[in-house]
């Protein structure tokens, strides 16, 4: 089950996070789960790059009306994909190159 983490509190953690360790000005920042779009929060830390990620299309059209709603098309990046078939394909891409390495230096 997904708990929308409220606004107000989203807006906060972005003011910690960049004021207290610049961990957005110039930064790409991800939405995981995106159905509420809390991410349009950071978009006054001027971000490098904003993208939404989420499986569920429904959730995906919420987060784009929500998108849309603020004019922020131009800013923020949709993808609909499964972020752990995404990080297991990235993780066997990293081995394979590794084992490919490995086998020139012999």
């Known amino acids: 089950e997904q708990y929308c983490t409220p606004v107000d509190i989203t807006a906060g953690l972005f003011e910690i996070f960049e004021f207290q360790e610049n961990a957005i000005s110039g930064k790409k920042v991800g939405d995981?789960?995106?159905?509420h779009a809390c991410i349009v929060s950071c978009i006054n830390f001027d971000p490098k790059e904003i993208v939404a990620f989420d499986i569920d299309s429904d959730?995906?059209?919420?987060?784009?009306?929500?998108?849309?709603?603020?004019?922020?098309?131009?800013?923020?990046?949709?993808?609909?994909?499964?972020?752990?078939?995404?990080?297991?394909?990235?993780?066997?891409?990293?081995?394979?190159?590794?084992?490919?390495?490995?086998?020139?230096?012999?």
């Open 32 to 35: 995981f789960v995106v159905e």
């Open 59 to 106: 959730a995906l059209e919420l987060a784009r009306g929500n998108i849309e709603h603020y004019e922020l098309e131009e800013d923020i990046k949709i993808v609909q994909t499964d972020l752990i078939d995404l990080f297991l394909k990235e993780k066997e891409n990293n081995e394979s190159e590794n084992s490919d390495s490995d086998q020139k230096e012999d």
